[in-house]
């Protein structure tokens, strides 16, 4: 369960750095990065960025691994723009939130196809027989 400083803290971290890493991070392996969200540890001394970009394994991975090198340089310039008592250390991780919502959606395209499944053109319980 995060608090509500702890939220508030996450939030901030993700928007200097998302501003850090547009501005900053002159690495190529990067490409075009989406911080998606910041979980911060209760005592504010680690954080897990979660990091999404389009393109293939590969080149996420690779975006990752970049993040994760430039993490002492984002940490201190983190500390140069926010006040907190205890900078966290940074661990960047691929946001695999996208890619588990994409895998749904093909499965069930799948089993919307299949044979003896409902068709869409077909009344459904929701649907009356005049409308």
Known sequence: MTTHRAQRVADLIREVLADLVRRDVRDPRVGIVTLAAVRVSPDLKHARVFVSSLGEPEAREASVEALNHAAP?????????????????????????????LRIDRLLDEIGNEPGSPEGDEPGPDRGEDG
């Open 73 to 101: 340089f984002l940490r201190r310039s983190l500390g140069k723009t926010v006040r907190l008592k205890y900078v966290p250390a940074l661990l960047f991780v691929a946001d695999t939130a996208q890619d588990t919502g």
